[in-house]
């Protein structure tokens, strides 16, 4: 917690099924978080995204704004920048993220791009938070999510954030991640309940040890 409120989670599921393996994973880190005392919350991008990025020399207002007309301006700004960790929830899918996942990182780009009259302070926003990813998938081989996970580290490593983690379940019908053998659900709790506390180390040559 920081010295006037408890640090702020979001877990964002990338699926469109509310009652799937995703949610499954969403619904226990939030557990996790929870219990930790942290202020997190669980999101579904379909309720705030339903266009693609477009050519924003093109799309953007008189006044540099967005005109794709659905809830992502207003959930980046009013939800997303103002949290301290991100947890995405994606289900593997052609051995990568969701569409629903990659539009909604591509749509940052529209207030990150130097054509957005507010993008130095955007980019100052995005940086400094803890990002994790819970997968999903009906194959489970040690590598089944790697192109995930090396996506998601690059966008924490371009945005100064920590990639702290990864959690991958098995089930190949709705919800069945609860009987991964692996116990997926019971690491996702974990990771939420640990979420500001895991231990995190990106050493290079030169680092003080």
Request: contains cysteine.
């Amino acid at each position: 917690m920081t010295a006037d409120r408890p640090l702020r989670l979001l877990i964002l599921v990338a699926s469109p099924r509310r009652n799937g393996n995703s949610a499954a994973l969403a619904g226990a880190a939030l557990r996790g978080a929870r219990a930790a005392g942290l202020d997190a919350s669980v999101e579904f991008i379909d309720d705030h995204l339903s266009g693609l990025l477009r050519d924003c020399r093109q799309c953007r207002d008189e006044h540099g704004q967005c005109r794709i007309e659905d809830g992502f301006t207003r959930f980046f700004f009013d939800r997303f920048l103002d949290v301290d960790g991100l947890a995405l929830c994606t289900p593997v899918y052609w051995y990568g993220m969701s569409a629903q996942a990659k539009a909604f990182f591509d749509r940052m780009f529209c207030f990150v791009a130097r054509s957005y009259p507010e993008s130095q302070a955007v980019r100052t926003r995005l940086q400094g938070k803890r990002v994790a990813l819970l997968t999903a998938s009906e194959e489970m081989y040690p590598s089944i999510a790697l192109g995930i996970v090396h996506q998601l580290q690059e966008y924490a490593r371009y945005t100064h954030s920590q990639f702290i983690g990864a959690v991958a379940g098995q089930g190949d019908q709705r919800g069945s991640v609860a009987g991964d053998p692996q116990g997926a659900l019971a690491a996702a709790e974990t990771l939420g309940r640990q979420f500001f506390e895991r231990p995190y180390a990106d050493y290079r040559i030169d680092s003080v040890r």
